[in-house]
């Protein structure tokens, strides 16, 4: 599976995650030597763990699942590996993902997401 940009193989996997019950969150990020991007990594967002003083110690519990792409030099986003297993509850389907992106990509009030996920993910 192939995208022509790291927003739309976001916006897949993020449509996956809602879903399936879950939620994500970019993770590793690798760039070549002219900083143009090779490798990307989204997680769910309970991959990790976080100190017992984090806000987040509650909701990181080690979990695997993940995708991983690899980003030619033409710019093309193809899956490298994928990890499916959750080691925690997901959400059901009468159970919104509390996730900012996936809300806002619901809305009308957010229309301009998009163009800030590009500005702050571009090169």
Known sequence: MSFTSETDAYEMYNSYAGTVGFSIRKSDLKRRADK???SRVLVCSSQGYAEASSSHASTRTG???LIKFGVSR????????VELDHNHVL????VEVPTK??????TTHCSN???WDEANTSV
Do not use: L, M, N, P
């Open 36 to 38: 143009t991007i090779y």
């Open 63 to 65: 979990c695997k699942a």
């Open 74 to 81: 033409e710019g093309f986003w193809t899956v490298e590996k």
């Open 91 to 94: 959400a059901t389907a009468h």
């Open 101 to 106: 992106y996936y809300r806002c990509r619901q």
């Open 113 to 115: 997401t998009r163009s």
